[in-house]
T-cell receptor
Framework: DAKTTQPPSMDCAEGRAANLPCNHSTISGNEYVYWYRQIHSQGPQYIIHGLKNNETNEMASLIITEDRKSSTLILPHATLRDTAVYYCIVRVLSYNQGGKLIFGQGTELSVKP | DAGVIQSPRHEVTEMGQEVTLRCKPISGHNSLFWYRQTMMRGLELLIYFNNNVPIDDSGMPEDRFSAKMPNASFSTLKIQPSEPRDSAVYFC???????????FGEGSRLTVL
């Protein structure tokens, strides 16, 4: 599986957009980009995933560059409850057997009042 | 609907004792994952099952660890004998299909003295 590189920490002001970058320069054509987050002491929570098109859901937007070597997770209006560790993961999927979801070190996002 | 249910939530045991962690996946989900989290190593994938069959157990640290999934609604992770370095939070996760998003339980915090 391709490895990802994320900044270890970031700050964001409450109400502003939080833009979390991720580099995955060795990503293969059949690997998806997934984002999860982990709020202190809880299990990780799925946010969004994509292959090559930009994706948006009720939680966030995912922007993947055209060459797929990097992506950005956007939380449009960060709140204090968005303070968490955010993980960017690339994952090979096999429809019948799924695929490993391997977590890196992630980015610790602190949303400040 | 109930999420992924793990038990016990906390376990304190002495070195050499057998430890059994339990997981009930979300009803209807057919993939199940076991993870371990420590400060030093982060979130590590230990093993995952698809339709009750182990697909990849390459993350299981050594023979002291074993995992079973006797049916679609129950899985166990056993450590025998336990050692202090096994102290960690163990998470179980399930997904509706092999390639779907993972839903995590609240974790089992294990302390081996």
């Amino acid at each position: 599986d391709a490895k990802t590189t994320q900044p270890p920490s970031m700050d964001c002001a409450e109400g502003r957009a939080a833009n979390l970058p991720c580099n995955h320069s060795t990503i293969s054509g059949n690997e998806y980009v997934y984002w999860y987050r982990q709020i202190h002491s809880q299990g990780p929570q799925y946010i969004i995933h994509g292959l090559k098109n930009n994706e948006t859901n009720e939680m966030a937007s995912l922007i993947i560059t055209e060459d797929r070597k990097s992506s950005t997770l956007i939380l449009p209006h960060a709140t204090l409850r968005d303070t968490a560790v955010y993980y960017c993961i690339v994952r090979v999927l096999s429809y019948n057997q799924g695929g490993k979801l391997i977590f890196g070190q992630g980015t610790e996002l602190s949303v400040k009042p | 609907d109930a999420g992924v249910i793990q038990s016990p939530r906390h376990e304190v045991t002495e070195m050499g004792q057998e430890v059994t962690l339990r997981c009930k996946p979300i009803s209807g989900h057919n993939s199940l994952f076991w993870y371990r989290q420590t400060m030093m190593r982060g979130l590590e994938l230990l093993i995952y099952f698809n339709n009750n069959v182990p697909i990849d157990d390459s993350g299981m640290p050594e023979d002291r660890f074993s995992a079973k999934m006797p049916n679609a609604s129950f899985s166990t992770l056993k450590i025998q004998p336990s050692e202090p370095r096994d102290s960690a939070v163990y998470f179980c996760a399930s997904s509706l299909r092999a390639a779907g998003e993972l839903f995590f339980g609240e974790g089992s915090r294990l302390t081996v003295l």
